[in-house]
């Protein structure tokens, strides 16, 4: 199997190849690895997040197209579970010092609360311009400081600050502006103590 395309692979992937599957598991699950550990920050997390990308890979095989590279759909899922994990991962946390309002006074429980509040944030966040949304991700939920963000964007600490500074105040009004369901709303509070307290 290792002497087959990636095209190939896929072909036999999406017939049901189980030794096509394990060929593709074997050549990218290490770098798979290393990239969402470069987000997440946590091995235990990284290894999660590898099984459930190719837990993926196999549910969603017969939706695979051949003539699209399979390592950049690979890495593409891998990118949004990392960033949906640490977007949840920093909701939780704020429950937890009860920054947002306790799931039991919410009409979602639980789980459902999560993934609400995450899609509103999700939504608020891509509402961004590129810089400043690159600025927010990095600051916010891959835990940069305003220098090691300065770096790699190559932009002072101050020009940083300020566009972290400005997304914060996007986010808050975009969520003013469409947030009308009372249920989401109370997402929104949350987000509102979200941003404040970081």
């Known amino acids: 199997m290792n002497d087959l395309s990636n095209k190939e692979l896929t072909e036999r992937l999406i017939k049901n190849d189980i030794a096509a599957f394990n060929a593709l598991y074997q050549k990218y699950h290490a770098a798979i690895y290393t990239n969402s550990l470069k987000l997440v920050r946590d091995k235990v997390v990284a290894e999660d997040i590898v099984q459930e990308v190719f837990i993926s ?66 939504k608020a966040i891509e509402q961004l311009s590129p810089q400043k949304r690159k600025v927010f991700e990095l600051c916010k939920l891959q835990r940069r400081t305003y220098a090691q963000a300065a770096v790699e964007l190559k932009l002072s600490k101050h020009t940083v600050k300020e566009y972290l500074t400005g997304s914060v105040g996007s986010i808050k009004k975009y969520i003013k502006l469409h947030v009308n369901h009372s249920t989401l709303f109370i997402c929104a509070l949350s987000f509102q103590n979200f941003v404040l307290y970081f």
């Open 57 to 122: 890979l196999w549910q969603n095989r017969k939706k695979l197209d051949p003539t699209q590279e399979i390592a950049g759909w690979l890495f593409v899922v891998s990118h949004n579970k990392s960033t949906t994990y640490l977007k949840r991962n920093l909701l939780s946390l704020l429950a937890q010092k009860r920054m947002v309002l306790p799931v039991a006074d919410t009409p979602y429980a639980g789980e459902a609360l999560v993934n609400a509040q995450v899609k509103v944030l999700k």
